[in-house]
C-alpha cells in the first residue's frame, strides 16, 4: 500500500468522437484511506494526480476503509484536486461498509460530484460525451437501496449514440454495463 504506481493508458474506441483525443482521465481507486494511512503517501499521490493534468478526476470507489470520519483525511489529501470537466466518485464496497450514507454527504462537501446509477453529458473540445457511475453490489447485499448497482438506471439517459465512460468500483458489473452500451468502464476493486 504504499508503493504509488502511475499507470497511463491509451484508449483507442472506434466510437471515441476525434475532439476527445488527447482527453485525460485520472482514475483513483482502492486509496482505503483511514487513520494509519501515510500522510506522506496521500500527498505523493495528489501531486502525482496534479501533474498528470487531468481533464478529470475519477474516485472509482475505496475512497475509505472503516469509518465515514475517514473522508476527513480522505479530503485533507485529496480536497484541493481540480479538473476542468469536475472530479466525480462513486462507492466502493468499503465506503458502503463504512456507511455510504455519511460518506456520501461529507464527499459531496468536497465539491465532489457523486454519481450512483446516473450520467451526465460533459462537453469537451465541442464533443458531448457521457460519464456515468453506478452503485456497488456491497449495498445490496448489506440490504441498503442508497448505494446498491441499477444498470438500467445508470444507462438510462444516454443516448444510443453517445460516447460513454462508466465508473463502475466493482468488474463483476462489467459485462451487464457492456450489454447496455456502456463503451469504456473503469474499475478498481482487484487491486490490480
Known sequence: SRRLVARHITLAHPKLPPALDGLRIVQLSDLHVGPQTSRTQLARIAESTRQADPHLIAYTGDQVDDHPGD??????????????????????????????????????????????????????????????GTGDPAARQMGMQDGAPDIERTLATVPDEAFCVVLAHNPALFPALAAGGADVVLSGHTHH
Not at 470537466?85 to 462513486?90: H, R, Y
Not at 460518506?103 to 450520467?119: I, W
Open 71 to 132: 473522508i476527513d483525511v480522505f479530503a485533507s489529501a485529496f480536497g484541493a484536486l481540480t479538473a476542468p470537466l469536475g472530479v466525480f466518485a462513486i462507492p466502493g464496497n468499503h465506503d458502503v461498509y463504512a456507511g455510504w450514507p455519511e460518506v456520501r454527504r461529507r464527499t459531496e462537501r468536497m465539491n465532489v460530484t457523486v454519481l450512483v446509477n446516473e450520467s451526465v453529458p460533459l462537453t469537451h473540445n465541442g464533443a458531448v460525451f457521457y460519464l456515468a
